[in-house]
């Protein structure tokens, strides 16, 4: 930078501008409106973070938890999705641990497939130990609603099934009686 310079400062959409000499800095308060002007820029929209506003996350749901791709295997799901899914892979054709797991697309280095529950149990701690899941607001909102839906689908287990009241033994037995001469 030379003497004689006009600095542009853009702290969070906040842009001013600034004549450096060498005497100091002075606030320039017109110079960006006049720059915008000219350049036709109408507004100024502030500054938002292109992995805040591009970060997204999905389900998938794998019939086996360490080699997802193998066997049954959804993606691009959401939650309620992944769950509904998850009880309709038959237990007796697994190749390994069935999982539910998220895919989270935020330019971080944390960015990828990892397993959100597993057999049946929700993965919290271990996610949590990892700093850029534990910090990533996307990944915060997916363990919580993840623990509502448990929470709901083992309320659901609990309550009592409402049972179809017994036959008689005279009902029985006519039943049995009408199959015996059908034969």
Do not use: W
């Not at 086996?64 to 691009?76: C, I, K, R, T």
């Amino acid at each position: 930078m030379s003497v004689s310079d006009v600095v542009i400062v853009n702290r969070d959409g906040d842009i001013k501008a600034f004549y450096v000499d060498s005497f100091g800095f002075a606030d320039l308060p017109d110079f960006v409106r006049q720059r915008q002007e000219i350049l036709g820029i109408e507004s100024t929209e502030p500054y938002l973070d292109a992995r805040e506003t591009s970060s997204c996350i999905s389900f998938y749901v794998a019939e086996y938890s360490e080699f997802p791709v193998l066997g049954e295997f959804h993606q691009d799901l959401t939650l309620e999705q992944a769950f509904e899914l998850f009880d309709q892979i038959p237990g007796s054709r697994m190749n390994g641990i069935k999982s539910i797991g998220f895919n989270l697309q935020d330019g971080s280095d944390y960015e990828g497939m990892f397993d959100l529950y597993v057999g049946r149990t929700l993965q919290k701690d271990i996610i949590n130990s990892i700093p850029g899941y534990r910090d990533n607001k996307l990944v915060q909102k997916a363990i919580s609603d993840a623990e509502k839906i448990i929470e709901k689908r083992q309320a659901e287990k609990e309550k009592p099934d409402i049972k179809k009241p017994k036959k008689s033994q005279k009902e029985k037995k006519t039943r049995k009686d009408i199959q015996i001469t059908r034969i």
